[in-house]
Structures are given as C-alpha cells and as structure tokens.
C-alpha cells in the first residue's frame, strides 16, 4: 500500500530527504515553475547540502522514473494539501522550471557552494544527460555569470562518499564541449606545449582539460583510493588521450607529480606508459620537448624516463640502446639513468657510453659491483657470454668493443663483489 497525501506532506516537511520524496512525485513537479515552487514551500527550508542532492536526484533519473507510479503520487500530494495536479503526463523534468522555483524560493542560496556538496551517498552520473543537465542547472542558476566551479569535482582528491559518482561526471567532463564545462578555469595547470609534432595540438584536447594539473590529481587520488575497481576504470579514462595526445599526458602527469608526489605511484605509470616513442624513435619531433619537460618536473619525472627506458630494453632488447644512451646525453642524464636502472640495461648502457667515452668504465663496473655484489657480478658475466656467443643479441644491438670487453674481464678478475660458483 503506497503512502497517504498526508505521510508525503509529513516527510517533505521533515528535515530529512526532501530530494527523495520529490523523486517519488516525480516529473509532474516540474510541470511549472509555481507548481514546482508549490512543491518545495511544503518543505523546510532548504541549505546547500540538500540543493545538492536534489540537483543529483533531477539529473541521475532525467527519464527513468515510473511516470504512472509517480503520477498517483504527486496526485495524493496534491489532494492532501488542496493543490490541482498537473493537467499533463510528464515524462521527464523540466530542468529550466525547476532552477527558477528553486532561485526563487531560495534566493540565497549559493549554488557553486552547493556543486561542492556533490558529495553524498546516492549520487551518480549514468550517462551524458545526466552530466549535462548538472551543467546546465549550474548555469541557469547563474544566469551565465559564473563557470562551474571546476574545484567542487576535480580539486585533486578523491570524494569520500560517492568518489564512482565522482570518477562518472569527470569521465564526461573530459569529453565535454568547452561550453559545457570550463576546464580552463582549473585552478592549477601547465601551460600549452609549444614545440610539438605538427598537427600536435599544444592543448591536447579543445577544452583544455589535460592541461588541468587538479584534474591528473583527482583521477590519481580516485585511482589510490582503493574502492573497488576504481584503479582499472582511471587507467581506461587514460587510454583515449594517451593515443590521441600523449605528448600532453606525459607533460601534465609530470607537473601533477611534482605538485603532489603522494600521487606518483599511479601517475608514474601513466607517464612512463607514454614515453617510449619518444625514446626509441631518432628524430621525432616531439621528443625534444616532451622528455626534456619531464626530465625537467624533478624526480618523480625523472624516475618515470629511467623506468620507460628499462620497460622498453627488457621488451624489445638492446636495439634501442643507441638511440637512449643520445636521449641520455641530450638531458645530460646518464648517471642518473645508470643509478636507476635494473642491472641489465644498465650494462647495456654503460659499455655503449664507454665506447663513447662518456663513461669511465672501469670507475663505475667497480662501484656498481661493491653496491650490488654477486647479483650484478652475474649479470655482467651473462652480458659477456651472450656477446661473445651472439646468444639471444638483439637486431641492432651495439657491437661490444674488444676494450670494452677487455675492462669488463678486468675488474671481474679483481674479484670485486664475488663471482657466484657456475657462472
């Protein structure tokens, strides 16, 4: 048996859940502006946090609401309280009478205050409408002299009660029209990418949002929260600019590093993830700008080239060594490179750079082997059977030179860190 008129004018004028009672009225409250007005005068009086959730509840079920159910609802209502019902069947709300009754009523209210109660157990953004019509109410209420507060969604934290509703709107956000939503009034950005590939764009996307340091934060922070699968569905919101304008991913999760490095664990992976065209390819480009920019956030970047170079040596072998040890030269970073990287890339690296004479090699095999011991003993051992035996070489792989090698034996004879028995 559903509820009385009476039980529904009890719970609207209770201070509780007034947004979800006019769920169940349904579409028919917003028929006009003064219906709607009606309506929401049997209320209490209405703050921030409940303008929120109603904003919530009007976008999540825009056209998913049981129009005959609620009809007999709002028809009680009306009954109960001496109202006419509406004369027409609606079937979805109308947004633009629903904002005026609420300014009306309301008048005090502060509606960008409000989108930062977004917050709250329930809320959710289905499906583009839903995000639109949160947009669109914002900016009704507004009357267009204000952008939505982009720090209420993407202010470089997870929310704590609805951070899927929160990874849902943002999802749309990044596709939105610039109109739609003002990335560009994000509160902390990098600047354009100038110096890119032609047909780079130096924004990455029209409205600007991967330039939008808060928003790498926010995504990384939903990513860390550990609720769910929230780790998977970040990484998936990061596949379609990572192929689309990875030049400006690598740069912003750079700058969002070293702005929060709490944030590193997740935003390491997407940087790195991007950078190995720009390592292994002679000539793009694009890879003067966007290495030396990441190079150049400080660590956490730093890290992300070193860990990009070692992925791509242990997958596709020392073919690429080359053109690395160049990169290494040009951001005059092969110390810190070599500090970084796993023993066998770093062999590669460091007998290519002797070769060069850019390295002194017996000076850093001795160090290296007092650090590391037995381990990298044998990993310069295994380095020295597979050239001289051409086991498992790589196409392209630098040739090791016979005074290079001659060092290599030098210092392993001298017994530094212990040969392992076998090798």
């Not at 849902?168 to 990044?174: D, G, Q, R, S």
């Not at 509160?187 to 949002?209: D, F, M, W």
């Not at 790589?394 to 040739?399: E, F, Y």
Request: hydrophobic content about 45%.
């Amino acid at each position: 048996m559903g509820d009385t008129g009476g039980d529904i004018v009890s719970r609207l004028a209770s201070s509780s859940g007034p947004s979800m009672v006019i769920e169940e009225l349904g579409y028919g409250c917003t028929a006009s502006k003064e219906y709607m007005k009606e309506v929401v005068g049997l209320m209490p009086a209405m703050d921030e946090r409940e303008l929120a959730r109603l904003v919530g509840v009007l976008a999540r079920t825009h056209s998913s609401l049981d129009v005959a159910k609620c009809g007999q609802t709002l028809a009680s209502l009306a009954a109960a309280v001496g109202i006419a019902p509406p004369t027409q069947t609606a079937t979805s709300w109308n947004y633009e009478n629903a904002v005026d009754a609420l300014r009306e009523a309301s008048p005090k209210l502060n509606w960008s205050n409000a989108m930062a109660q977004l917050d709250h157990e329930g809320f959710g953004v289905p499906d583009g409408r839903a995000f639109e019509a949160i947009a669109r109410m914002f900016s009704r209420a507004v009357k267009d002299k204000e952008p939505f507060p982009v720090s209420a969604v993407a202010g470089g934290s997870a929310w704590r009660n609805a951070p899927l509703g929160q990874l849902e709107f943002l999802y749309h956000a990044i596709v939105a029209a610039p109109e739609m939503f003002p990335w560009a009034f994000s509160r902390r950005k990098i600047a354009p990418v100038e110096g890119l590939a032609p047909g780079s764009s130096p924004t990455g996307t029209p409205n600007q949002c991967w330039l939008s340091v808060d928003l790498y934060l926010t995504l990384a922070a939903i990513a860390q929260s550990g609720a769910g699968d929230l780790g998977a569905k970040v990484r998936g919101v990061f596949e379609m600019p990572a192929r689309g304008c990875p030049e400006i991913i690598a740069v912003g999760a750079a700058a969002a590093m070293a702005e929060d490095p709490t944030r590193a664990p997740f935003l390491a992976e997407v940087c790195a993830a991007v950078l190995p065209p720009y390592l292994v390819s002679p000539g793009h480009p694009s890879a003067p700008v966007v290495l030396h920019r990441v190079w150049a956030s400080g660590p956490n970047g730093q890290e992300c080239v070193a860990r990009a170079m070692a992925e791509t040596h242990a997958r596709e072998g020392a073919a690429h060594v080359p053109r690395m040890l160049d990169v290494c030269q040009d951001l005059k970073a092969l110390s810190a490179v070599l500090d970084r990287a796993p023993h066998a890339f770093a062999v590669e690296l460091a007998a290519l750079a002797a070769r060069r004479e850019y390295l002194n090699l017996e000076k850093w095999l001795q160090e290296r082997c007092a650090a590391s011991g037995a381990q990298f003993v044998g990993t310069c051992v295994r380095f020295l059977r597979m050239r001289a035996t051409g086991a498992d070489e790589s196409p392209g792989a630098p040739k090791l030179a016979v005074e290079t090698a001659a060092v290599f034996f030098k210092v392993l004879q001298a017994g530094a860190g212990g040969v392992a028995p076998g090798l």
